[in-house]
């Protein structure tokens, strides 16, 4: 299964702090993506970094693709209370885009 | 307009019953997808439509027949379904593609669908 996995599983941080998550997966890719879920309804992309990047910014969030240990990072800087959410990696490879396990984020105030 | 409508956000059907799910874009994607999530579960892909000819199916039961009527439209039929389908069914779109996907993906609210 070319499915990521993510660590870790679950984060539970203060407000103000770094959050960081870990992306790995199996095959070579075009592109490796990052979406938030809240709730359990639709997910919102967030950013994404195509294999030739190593690192990209998006306002308070950095990405980070190592393509040689096929692993990724999700930094998310001066958290905040509103960043309380589900946040998955997704590699693109030909037509498909397949999600990893995901993180739990809980940013508590 | 960068939404994807779904509807409905609810569905509640028995085992013997037919029912539809839809998906709608105006971006003008030209590639639509079929998800379905388990709580607590990443979303797994179910279908792939490129230029409204269907290019991939996870081997997906054929309880779940997808239909893509046009470039804005995408559907889900549903027939003899288990207690175990249930699940959020989310829809996404992204740019015309060809071979590979290189745009960010946009997704519906998702369908929750309880099988009674």
């Known amino acids: 299964s070319q499915q990521g996995e993510e660590d870790p599983q679950a984060l539970s941080i203060q407000e103000g702090e770094n959050a960081t998550m870990n992306c790995s997966y199996k095959?070579?890719?075009?592109?490796l993506q990052w979406y938030r879920q809240n709730s359990g309804r639709g997910l919102v992309h967030l950013i994404l970094?195509?294999?030739?990047?190593r690192e990209k910014h998006s306002g308070r969030l950095r990405v980070t693709l190592d393509t040689s240990k096929k692993s990724s990072s999700l930094l998310i800087t001066a958290s905040r209370a509103a960043d309380t959410a589900s946040y998955f990696c997704?590699?693109?490879?030909?037509?498909?885009?397949?999600f990893g396990t995901g993180t739990r984020l809980l940013v508590s105030p | 307009d960068t939404e994807v409508t779904q509807t409905p956000k609810h569905l509640v059907m028995g085992m013997t019953n037919k029912k539809s799910l839809k998906c709608e874009q105006h971006?003008?994607?030209?590639?639509m997808y079929w998800y379905k999530q388990k709580a607590k579960k990443p979303p797994e892909l179910m279908f792939v439509y490129s230029y409204e000819k269907l290019s991939i199916n996870e081997s997906v039961p054929s309880r779940f027949s997808p239909e893509c009527p046009n470039s804005s439209l995408l559907n889900l039929h549903l027939h003899a379904l288990q207690p175990e389908d249930s699940a959020l069914y989310l829809c996404a779109s992204t740019e015309g593609q060809g071979v590979s996907l290189h745009t960010e993906a946009f997704f519906g609210q998702g369908t929750r669908l309880t099988v009674v």
């Open positions: 970094i195509r294999s030739n990047e």
């Open positions: 095959t070579s890719i075009n592109n």
């Open positions: 971006m003008g994607h030209r590639a």
């Open positions: 997704a590699t693109a490879r030909f037509q498909k885009l397949v």
